[in-house]
């Protein structure tokens, strides 16, 4: 097994890390659903001199996608993934262990190229800092203008930051996991995630 104790400090820090991040996506979820009700409330009370939340709909589509991505690295950590076990499951312990290192490989290609292209987006979308302090970054241009949502006029780089923060993590769990899955296929067979 490769560094089995340092593997286990490393897990017990970004499941702290990946469970403060889905509680923080659930919290969003429940904001936005708030919004949602109310503002249906509000619609259905329009005689009343009542209406629905302005910009309601751009709050619900900002917080589902921070939020997807909030819960993407405990989702990694915990294996929660959808996988196709029909095969996998009459093969031996090691065997079995292999493959979950094969698909947690795959998932750090996926992870990686996803985080990649959000940064990518994200500097597309932040306007400050310098043309050279961008340029050391690989943010390229700055934009001519800050754009911004229809209705609220929010600052579309901030949920690109956000989900950017999640993708990051993202990234590191499922490193993380590609190490778990290395030792348990070392040792034979896989571990409780």
Not at 76 to 87: A, E, M, N, S
Not at 90 to 113: E, K, T
Not at 118 to 126: A, R, V
């Amino acid at each position: 097994m490769i560094a089995p104790a340092a593997e286990a400090r490393v897990g017990r820090v970004l499941e702290a890390l990946a469970r403060g991040l889905a509680y923080a996506g659930g919290l969003i979820l429940v904001a936005i659903a708030i919004v949602t009700v109310l503002s249906i409330i509000g619609r259905a009370l329009i005689f009343a001199g009542l209406g629905p939340i302005k910009g309601d709909f751009e709050m619900v589509e900002m917080g589902c996608a921070i939020a997807v991505f909030f819960f993407l690295p405990w989702c990694q950590l915990k294996r929660g993934h959808v996988t196709v076990d029909i095969v996998v499951d009459r093969m031996p312990r090691r065997a079995h262990a292999g493959f979950g290192l094969i698909g947690d490989l795959c998932v750090l290609i996926a992870a990686s190229v996803i985080a990649w292209r959000l940064y990518l987006g994200f500097g597309e979308k932040f306007p400050y800092g310098s043309d050279a302090l961008r340029e050391s970054l690989s943010m390229g241009y700055k934009p001519f203008f800050a754009e911004t949502t229809y209705e609220l006029e929010l600052p579309i780089w901030i949920p690109y930051g956000l989900a950017l923060v999640g993708a990051l993590i993202f990234v590191l769990v499922s490193a993380y996991s590609v190490w778990r899955s290395l030792n348990w296929t070392l040792a034979g067979q896989e571990g409780r995630p």
